[in-house]
């Protein structure tokens, strides 16, 4: 199957086998090094034909590839093409000088063949298990537009400096729905507003996962369905509100798809870097902030150390919303002004995330409603919270805290609004963000939902609770969540 997808900073787009996750001209090479293998099997009369074709496709796709950027991906294709072109070329040139033909024995051919074989092998397998991430279609009649703000707090100290008069900063992307662009408009860069910021930030990321930054060399690659400061949709709408915080060490576009899926579907995504924590956060003057936080080895000193970090992150959120009424009234610049509905927010968040919107809600009475999204509930749980909220979770196993259900149980029945926990069958923690997109495709490490069936599921729950709550279209959460996994529904003094 063939997709497109946009691809680097001229705005054309080109396209992707997704079924392989390898682009046109990567397989021409697969094709022509594969070719220079076979030919040598090939009878008498064709085999310089072939040699000569599959000779030329591999070099001239290998120096186009140099001129784009290589990935790692490709090397043991082209290291097999050299492999085998000698041996291919050779009687050809020997029967151009006059002198005989000489051409092994089959016995001794073989193992070379086959050697040459699975060295490109290697390639597509390696691309399709570390691809450059193909997003979904979002699903909503809006087109999608996205841009970043930086808001500094002048109340907020940063305690994560020894300078007393630093000050909190945030890094916040939104997604909106927006006005169809033109055909062949560059579409965002997945991780960064540039080339330089995606790959700082997926090598960070990278690092933080124990990864080597080669091996998901094809992220900062990939462009996703927003459009750069796109004009807002027509019409006089307000649009619902869903602020975001991302996982420990997790950054603010690592939930594109789903934020995408949201906001093609009437809503603006606000999601936030919290510098310090977030694994790298690029400022508009060029700085980036890497995550200062760590796990000590020890249960309860790594419990403070993230109830600590949830309480800045909760702050953070509620300065963000603060930040977005000014932004509607007209006091920031920006093309939201008069298209916000302050009126209905929700605040969800991953993992960490999830933990700090629990917090962000307790405290600020202007979240509508709270969506925690497979995250263990740090902190304290008082005051109980007083609004509908979701707990989206991963399936549990044997290798899952066993702390993390009874304490998420605890806050979701001390809460004096309809809570629901939703357990969907398959997901891994990592299920819920954009990895599926691009890891590979383990149980373990990302479920066993697909590559793209995971942002999708996430989103259509969310969107169903979100409908309901913030929308208060008809129907209850309890009938149109069990469509997405297994539920669990709380209801103030008959908790179930």
Not at 85 to 99: E, I
Not at 158 to 165: C, G, L, R, S
């Amino acid at each position: 199957m063939w997709q497109h997808v946009p691809r680097a900073d001229d705005g054309r787009v080109t396209e992707i086998i997704t079924g392989l996750y390898m682009s046109p001209l990567e397989f021409l090479v697969l094709l022509g090094a594969v070719a220079l293998v076979v030919a040598r099997w090939l009878p008498h009369a064709v085999r310089p034909r072939v040699t000569i074709a599959a000779g030329a496709v591999c070099v001239l796709s290998a120096i186009a590839l140099s001129v784009m950027g290589v990935r790692w991906q490709m090397l043991p294709v082209l290291a097999g093409a050299a492999l085998a072109l000698p041996f291919a070329v050779a009687p050809l040139v020997r029967r151009r000088t006059g002198r005989p033909a000489w051409r092994a024995r089959w016995w001794l051919a073989l193992p070379g063949s086959l050697a040459c074989v699975g060295l490109i092998a290697t390639g597509p397998v390696a691309a399709w298990a570390f691809p450059v991430p193909v997003f979904p279609e979002p699903s909503g009649r809006f087109a999608v537009g996205t841009r970043v703000m930086q808001w500094t707090d002048p109340n907020r100290p940063e305690t994560a400096t020894a300078d007393p008069h630093d000050r909190r900063t945030v890094v916040v992307q939104l997604w909106y729905p927006a006005r169809k662009s033109p055909a062949g408009t560059q579409r965002a860069r997945y991780l960064g507003r540039t080339e330089d910021e995606a790959r700082t930030v997926s090598d960070a990321l990278a690092r933080a996962a124990g990864l080597p930054g080669f091996l998901v060399d094809g992220v900062p690659r990939a462009h996703t369905h927003a459009v750069f400061n796109a004009s807002v949709a027509d019409g006089e709408a307000r649009f619902p509100l869903v602020l975001f915080s991302p996982g420990s060490g997790g950054v603010r576009t690592q939930n594109t798809a789903w934020a995408e899926e949201l906001a093609s579907n009437g809503y603006v995504v606000a999601a936030l870097d919290h510098p310090y924590d977030s694994a790298a956060v690029v400022l508009d003057d060029g700085r980036t902030i890497r995550t200062t936080l760590s796990s000590t080895g020890d249960r309860d000193k790594d419990d403070k150390l993230a109830a600590d970090a949830t309480a800045v992150r909760a702050g953070d959120l509620s300065f963000v919303l603060t930040q977005l009424g000014r932004l509607d009234r007209g006091e920031i610049a920006g093309p939201l002004t008069g298209r916000l509905d302050t009126g209905r927010v929700a605040v969800t968040g991953h993992s960490m995330g999830g933990a700090a919107a629990l917090q962000a809600a307790r405290q600020d009475d202007r979240f509508a409603a709270v969506i925690d999204i497979d995250g263990y509930p740090h902190g304290p749980n008082s005051p109980s919270l007083d609004r509908p909220t979701l707990a989206l979770t991963q399936t549990i196993t044997s290798e899952t805290d066993p702390r993390y259900i009874p304490r998420l149980t605890d806050v979701l029945k001390l809460n004096s609004a309809t809570s629901y926990r939703l357990t969907i069958p398959g997901a891994a923690h990592l299920s819920f963000t954009d990895a599926p997109l691009y890891l590979p495709p383990v149980p373990s490490i990302v479920g066993s939902l697909g590559r793209t069936k995971s942002p999708r599921v996430a989103a259509a729950a969310t969107l169903a609770f979100l409908d309901s709550t913030l929308r208060h279209k008809p129907g209850d959460p309890a009938g149109a969540l069990p469509a997405y996994g297994d539920l669990s529904v709380y209801r103030p003094g008959n908790s179930r």
